[in-house]
């Protein structure tokens, strides 16, 4: 593989605790050397003057939709996407169909992705079979297939006991339980956040509570049985108060936001736009607000997309009939820059830790650092650069987003895995 020598670049590296104009050498694959002035035998060069250069970006929460609902996404289209947004690595999750629930499909999306995939794809298994909250899937052999954690997502493990005894297997393999905490007899029949906006649209609400009660009763169910939990797409005050609370007294808990949820309140939902439809929904100001300082405070461990592609045809339908899920790969690093980093809430190390060293952590993935000697990847940032989102050009098979035709200040420009551009911005 050729060498890249990136130059000039502001190089950012949390886990090194680096910021500072420097260069970095890649070689067959790996960060061979950080250093000023590094010789330039054999290497191509890129001039990344004005630029920020940080470890590859990471978004441990995607539906790549393969097997089984290609007309939204695969894992080709998808990584293109990621890549497209800055990310090197992307952890997909198990509800495809068949449902990702056996070492077979968990080998299947891997070798898959080495065919197809432009970045680095890492599954996550189901914890149940089917998701169907019944029956423990086969955690042991998915872990030792490769996937990087369990998780239903979309369908909340409704049943404590076999919940206590998915993460009881999990800590013995040492294996994250990522749980989407939803109480389906609360929310039953919802389309969006209940309160003054759904009153006023005459639409079904998702009450706060039905995510609070699942966040407690997961906690104490991670306090009992010491295993690594992790709260997906956690978008309420409540929420976010009980995760730093176990936290603060030594839990193994850890939780990710996503950007549209601190970047969009219930009121600013366009009437009937089926793009603002996800879940969990989007919340009120306060919720938004309690979020941003769970970030600014170090309560968020990491920022995901939750990235999910529906077809055209499935978003067309009435609001009250169409799935719920967004596109967000293409948009998460510029709306984190606008809503979080540009407003002064948190500075940019902080900003790319949530996308590096925070998913590598929870996920134990030996990536999201510029170490010598680790994987050569590398997210490489303008946060000058004026853009304009058009769903209509993504990679993605679909075409839900709620930023289409937004104009951005900020975004990743370059996109290196394993020492390979991968992507460029458009000039």
Known sequence: ?????????????????????????????????????????????????????????????????????????????????????????????????????????????????????KVNVFPIGAITKASAGEELASIGAMKAAGAVAISDDGRPVMNSRVMRRAMEIAASFDLPVIDHCEDLNLSAGGDMHEGAVSLKYGLRGI????????????????????????????????????????????????????????????????????????KPPIRCNHDVEALI??????????????????????????????????????????????????PGHIDLKRMIELFTTGPAAILNLNRGSLTPGLPGDVTILDLNSLWTYDVNKSPSKSRNSPFDGYAFKGRAVTTIVSGEIVWQAPC
Do not use: W
């Open 1 to 117: 593989m050729p060498k890249l020598l990136i130059r000039n670049g502001r190089v950012i590296d949390p886990a090194n605790s680096l910021d500072r104009v420097t260069d970095v050498l890649l070689a067959n694959g790996i960060v061979r050397a950080v250093g000023d002035k590094l010789p330039a035998r054999g290497a191509e060069e890129f001039d990344a003057s004005g630029r920020i250069v940080a470890p590859g970006f990471i978004d441990m929460h995607v539906h790549l939709r393969e097997p089984g609902f290609e007309n939204s996404e695969t894992i080709e289209t998808g990584s293109r996407c990621a890549a497209a947004g800055g990310f090197t690595t992307v952890c997909c999750m198990p509800n495809t169909n068949p449902v990702n629930d056996t070492a077979h499909l968990t080998r299947y999306i891997i070798e898959r992705a080495k065919a197809a995939a």
């Open 207 to 278: 009450p706060s509570c039905s995510e609070d009660v699942m966040v407690a009763r997961d906690l104490l169910l991670a306090e009992v049985t010491g295993a690594r939990y992790h709260v997906a797409h956690l978008s309420t005050r409540n929420a976010i108060a009980m995760v730093a609370e176990a936290k603060r007294r030594g839990l193994r808990v850890t939780c990710e936001v996503t950007p549209h949820h601190f970047a969009i309140h219930d009121h600013q939902i366009l009437p009937f736009d089926s793009n603002y439809k996800m």
């Open 293 to 342: 300082a769970g970030i600014k405070a170090g309560v968020v461990d990491a920022i995901a997309t939750d990235h999910a592609p529906h077809s055209v045809t499935d978003k067309m339908q009435e609001f009250e009939r169409c799935p719920f899920g967004i596109l967000g790969l293409e948009t998460a690093i510029s709306i984190s820059l606008e809503r979080l980093v540009f």
